[in-house]
């Protein structure tokens, strides 16, 4: 007889519950500077900044907005403007179609009234989640449309950038709106307006060479990439290695490219004092 009992296995009915405890999709989120996970709530109520190293997560346009103006204030305007496939580019009106489905957005920038510490403003944000925020001829014609209304209301313009670009899909048509906005600018500061131009993660291309660096303020956010060509076809170009943190808001800063860095958490407070010292 053996010296042990072999204890026999419990029957498991079909029936019982699974011990295994699920865990929610979408709890925890990856900072893509220090690769920390973190608790995706500590996340949304930091401003969408991660706690740990202050990277500033790339954010919608909606998500932006209540970050940036008075609660309540914002109302939008010019939202039925549409992108159009003027040149019968491949695949752009799939494109554009689940863009839209994505974002909710009919092209990758929001337009509207608004109030910043109590004072007026006419206001763009651009969405980079929307064809990565490229310039065609919608972008071009509502930061243009949205100039138009701030030297009609006597109100400054405040336009925050996330863009990789113009938008090829609409070849010379997006070149356009850079010398469409730039233009528009001019007639702003003929009016004796301010222009507070806020640059965020990324900024790059036709958009930067146009209308985002010509704010009579440039503010940027702490470690965003701005610049006209990216790191790598620089490098490509020249030859050469290029210093550490090139084209980030701080060496922008640094080189007098930009007037200041404001955190996100900070930007609302920011945007008030700049504002209150125009008004003055």
């Known amino acids: 007889m053996a010296w042990f009992r072999k204890e026999r296995p419990e029957k498991v009915s079909p029936d019982a519950p699974d ?16 690769k920390e996970i973190i608790y ?50 491949k695949d752009y009106k799939d494109k554009l179609k689940s863009n839209r489905k994505k974002t909710g957005l009919k092209d990758a920038i929001i337009s509207g009234n608004a109030r910043v510490g109590g004072m007026p403003v006419s206001i763009v944000v651009m969405d980079f989640n929307f064809m990565g925020g490229s310039m065609g001829s919608v972008v071009g014609e509502k930061i243009a449309r949205a100039v138009e209304r701030a030297i009609e209301k006597k109100t400054p313009f405040i336009a925050i950038s996330a863009s990789g670009g113009a938008r090829m899909q609409e070849g010379i048509l997006s070149l356009m709106q850079m010398a469409k906005t730039s233009a528009a600018i001019a007639r702003l500061g003929e009016a004796g307006l301010p222009f507070i131009a806020v640059l ?6 036709g958009v930067t060479a146009s209308w985002a660096m010509l704010g009579d303020i440039i503010i940027a956010e702490p470690k965003s990439l701005i610049g006209f060509a990216g790191p790598r076809v620089i490098e490509q170009t020249i030859k050469q290695q290029l210093p550490a943190g090139f084209q980030r808001s701080e060496f922008l800063l640094q080189h007098g490219m930009v007037d200041m860095i404001v955190p996100r958490k900070e930007m609302h407070a920011a945007l008030s004092r700049v504002l209150t010292f125009f008004a003055s």
């Not at 011990?19 to 220090?34: A, M, Q």
């Not at 969408?48 to 998500?63: G, L, N, T």
């Not at 305007?77 to 040149?87: A, N, Q």
């Not at 965020?200 to 291309?205: E, V």
């Open 19 to 34: 011990k295994k405890v699920k865990v929610p999709e979408g709890l925890w989120i990856k900072c893509d500077n220090c």
């Open 40 to 89: 995706r709530k500590e996340v949304d109520k930091n401003y969408k900044v991660c706690p740990k190293c202050d990277y500033h997560f790339r954010i919608s346009a909606s998500e932006r907005l209540p970050y940036l103006v008075d609660e309540g204030s914002f109302l939008e305007v010019e939202d039925g403007l549409s992108p159009k496939d003027f040149l019968g580019f």
């Open 200 to 205: 965020t993660d990324p900024t790059f291309g």
